[in-house]
């Protein structure tokens, strides 16, 4: 059962992502900086689901709970580059919906093609050299606390806990904190840009401009506050309500959910990429 509900996700999200990438890629309508974004977002979302749920699937259905360590490497390494690369992008995508709706005369200057390409290209640049930084160091500890790991997939905290040098082990915490203070600072960005888009759609004379202007809005704050939420959760629970079983189900929301929901959330509410569909 628990096979088949995960082919289920992993199949649905594919299916999703997918359309979402042939539509953008093939139809001309859909040239512009707003999904050009969400063309990278749905190829994050692809890779995500790609680099946890295939492992999940092989454990459930042949009890295969063995993963080398070259492959936990590759698995961490891909899973920090495109968690980190989809918090860079959601920040870019604030920013292109708060010169939207704020500043709309200087849209096509300030989000022109090259200005898009090389805010993607920051974004995907950044989480590289992130996951680098993080698996390089990781993959220097010396393990002396077993080989088992109570996760379905290989991740940070896991691992830390085989570590057996508080040294290598500080390090890792201190990248940990820088990294957790640039994605706290890239939520600071997306909140400020929302409160000076609330500020602007409120001084629209008319109630259906005020609605079309916060619409286009919608699904980008679905996705991050999906994203932000069991983010949160997973690595700032108490320690009083840890267990095995909850870390493993709070992973699954955070790791999968958000890849297989996204495509849903940005196709409900988007008349042009529905007509696209």
Known sequence: LTFWLLLGIYLAALLGNGLIITAVACDHRLHTSMYFFLLNLSLIDLGSICTTL??????????????????????????LFLITAECSLLTVMAYDRYVAICKPLHY????????????????WGSAFLCAVLHTANIFSLPICKGNALEQFFCEIPQILKLSCSDSDYL???????VTACLVFGCFVFIVVSYVQILRAVLRIPSEQGRHKAFSTCLPHLAVVS???STGIFAYLKPPSISSPVLNLVVSF?????????NPLIYSMRNKELKDSL
Do not use: N
């Not at 936990?72 to 390494?77: H, I, K, S, V, W």
């Not at 390090?171 to 904190?177: H, I, N, P």
């Open 54 to 79: 295939p492992k999940a699937m092989a454990i459930s259905l042949w009890d295969t709970r063995s993963i080398s360590y070259p492959g936990c490497a590759a698995q961490l390494f891909f899973f």
């Open 108 to 123: 096509g200057t300030l989000l022109g093609r090259r200005a898009c390409v090389h805010m993607a290209a920051a974004a």
């Open 253 to 261: 929301l955070y790791s999968v959910v958000p890849p297989s929901v």
């Open 171 to 177: 390090r890792e915490a201190g990248l940990v904190v």
């Open 226 to 228: 999906l994203y932000v």
